[in-house]
């Protein structure tokens, strides 16, 4: 694995559990998504058919890495740049890839004009996402679109699997929102950690106190961003330079979009 963070002070311990604590991420990610695996299978299905077997990934907001370890585990001659801004969650995707040289990990802010420029590679075969660009407003979002679209390689594929809602069903939403809520109220009963509970964990390890603190100096508890329907953000990625989008999966709630360059 290569880094091209240089801030500076602690990043991994040598006694921290990684692997513990990316599968921790995964449980506690899953009792949001119980069909959260469905996704990452489909959308590397897509990746094959596009691009093949030895792809060139950008995993964006990258977290932990859980789009890079699927990739890795079912392609294994693909290289993975991972791309986000939380320390903390770095720092178990540092541990968890510590050694892999198919693996870069960049520190860098998705609404800031430059950090294409930190990235290895000018263009890259696919660009994956999960789960992260609802963290965003619609005007920064539609920016990164346009830069998405300009590291895409012609023929090579954007996928973005998001909570993306529909507000012309209020009825079908509120419906769905109350079955899952019962739902991942009983899993909570049966032990399920939530994003608070996680946090709170992640902020007695030592080896993860100190980037958890300064996850929360820049985040807060939860960016104020916005979930729109996939129809606005197909639209938006034609704009921005993508030549066809459509659904290629969708649970209840969610949605995988893929645009094609």
């Not at 023929?155 to 993306?164: E, I, K, R, S, T």
């Not at 329907?229 to 938006?236: F, I, L, Q, T």
Request: net charge negative.
């Amino acid at each position: 694995m290569t880094d091209t963070d240089t801030t500076p002070g602690p990043r991994t311990a040598a006694a921290a559990d990684w692997p513990g604590w990316q599968r921790s991420w995964d449980r506690q990610q899953e009792w949001y998504m119980p069909d959260r695996e469905d996704r990452f299978r489909i959308m590397l299905d897509m990746v094959e058919a596009f691009v093949g077997s030895a792809p060139r990934v950008l995993d964006l907001a990258c977290g932990t890495g859980s789009i890079t370890a699927r990739l890795l585990d079912r392609f294994p001659d693909a290289v993975s740049t991972g791309v986000d801004l939380d320390p903390a969650l770095l720092a178990i995707a540092r541990g968890t890839f510590a050694g892999d040289d198919r693996v870069t990990l960049v520190e860098a802010d998705l609404t800031a004009p430059d950090w294409p420029a930190r990235l290895p590679y000018d263009t890259y075969d696919a660009v994956l996402t999960a789960t992260a660009l609802h963290w965003l407003r619609k005007g920064p979002l539609e920016t990164l679109y346009g830069r998405i679209a300009q590291l895409v390689r012609h023929g090579g594929v954007f996928l973005d699997a998001d909570h993306m809602i529909d507000d012309t069903t209020p009825r079908i939403n509120a419906t769905e929102e109350r079955h899952r809520r019962t739902r991942m109220d009983r899993a909570m009963r049966d032990g399920a950690l939530d994003w608070a509970a996680w946090w709170a964990l992640a902020a007695s390890d030592p080896a993860l106190a100190e980037p958890t603190a300064r996850r929360f100096a820049i985040y807060g508890a939860h960016a104020d961003g916005e979930m729109p329907s996939a129809a606005w953000h197909a639209r938006v990625l034609r704009e921005r330079g993508f030549a066809e989008v459509r659904p290629v999966w969708a649970s209840p709630s969610d949605t995988l979009l893929l645009a094609l360059r």
